[in-house]
T-cell receptor
Framework: KAGVTQTPRYLIKTRGQQVTLSCSPI?????VSWYQQTPGQGLQFLFE???????NKGNFPGRFSGRQFSNSRSEMNVSTLELGDSALYLC????????????FGSGTRLTVV | SQQGEEDPQALSIQEGENATMNCSYK?????LQWYRQNSGRGLVHLIL?????REKHSGRLRVTLDTSKKSSSLLITASRAADTASYFC???????????FGTGTRLTIIP
C-alpha cells in the first residue's frame, strides 16, 4: 500500500513569489491535513480537508490556502512568500477522521530567499 | 499554538537502557498520540491512547495517560540505535480531529 506522497521534496523560492505544494494521500483516505514545522514555532496545524471540504483551519494568514480534489489529492498554496514561510510542510492523511492516527508524508522543505 | 510541553527536551542514554519522556497538555482531550520523526523527515505514528484509557502497550512501547494531571508518558524499553529520533506527543479535541503537538523530545541512543 503506497504511503502519503508529497511533491516536491525541496523547493527554493524568492520572497514575493507564490508556491503550490501537492499531497497524495493513502488510497481510500478522505481526510488530508497540512502542518507547518519550524524550529521556532514547532508543528503548527494549517488546515484539514475531508471530501473536498475544508473542515478545520489553523491560525495562519489568508496567504495560506488549500484545496482537495475528488480523488482526495490535496494542494496547498502560499502566496506572496515571506522569509518566515521557510519551513517543512507536512501532509497527513487518515481514514476515519484520525481515529486511529495519521500517516504523514516525508514533507516538502520550502526555503524562501 | 502548542498544546503543551514535553520533558526532557533532550535525552541521551546507552543502548539497551529504557527511555522515558513526558508530555503535558492544557485542555481536555479526545485522544493523545505519539509520533517519531527522524532528522526532519515525516512523522511516524507510534501509538494512540484514548481519554478513557490509562495505559497502552505496543511492542517495546508503553504509554500512560493521566487525565487528572493532563499528562502522558512514553516508555521505550531496551533502546536501540535506530530509536534515535525526535518524539512528539499530539492531542485531539472532541469533535475536532486536528493534531496539537507538543514541543518534542530529542532522543539519542549511544551504541
Amino acid at each position: 500500500k503506497a504511503g502519503v506522497t508529497q511533491t516536491p521534496r525541496y523547493l527554493i523560492k524568492t520572497r514575493g513569489q507564490q508556491v503550490t505544494l501537492s499531497c497524495s494521500p493513502i488510497s481510500g483516505h478522505r481526510s488530508v491535513s497540512w502542518y507547518q514545522q519550524t524550529p521556532g514555532q514547532g508543528l503548527q496545524f494549517l488546515f484539514e480537508y475531508f471530501s473536498e471540504t475544508q473542515r478545520n483551519k489553523g491560525n495562519f494568514p489568508g496567504r495560506f490556502s488549500g484545496r482537495q480534489f475528488s480523488n482526495s489529492r490535496s494542494e496547498m498554496n502560499v502566496s506572496t512568500l515571506e522569509l518566515g514561510d521557510s519551513a517543512l510542510y507536512l501532509c497527513a492523511s487518515s481514514g476515519e477522521s484520525g481515529r486511529y492516527g495519521y500517516t504523514f508524508g516525508s514533507g516538502t522543505r520550502l526555503t524562501v530567499v | 499554538s502548542q498544546q503543551g510541553e514535553e520533558d526532557p527536551q533532550a535525552l541521551s542514554i546507552q543502548e539497551g537502557e529504557n527511555a522515558t519522556m513526558n508530555c503535558s497538555y492544557k485542555t481536555s482531550i479526545n485522544n493523545l498520540q505519539w509520533y517519531r520523526q527522524n532528522s526532519g523527515r515525516g512523522l511516524v505514528h507510534l501509538i494512540l491512547i484514548r481519554s478513557n484509557e490509562r495505559e497502552k502497550h505496543s511492542g517495546r512501547l508503553r504509554v500512560t495517560l493521566d487525565t487528572s494531571k493532563k499528562s502522558s508518558s512514553l516508555l521505550i524499553t531496551a533502546s536501540r540505535a535506530a530509536d534515535t529520533a525526535s518524539y512528539f506527543c499530539a492531542t485531539t479535541d472532541f469533535g475536532n480531529e486536528k493534531l496539537t503537538f507538543g514541543t518534542g523530545t530529542r532522543l539519542t541512543i549511544i551504541p
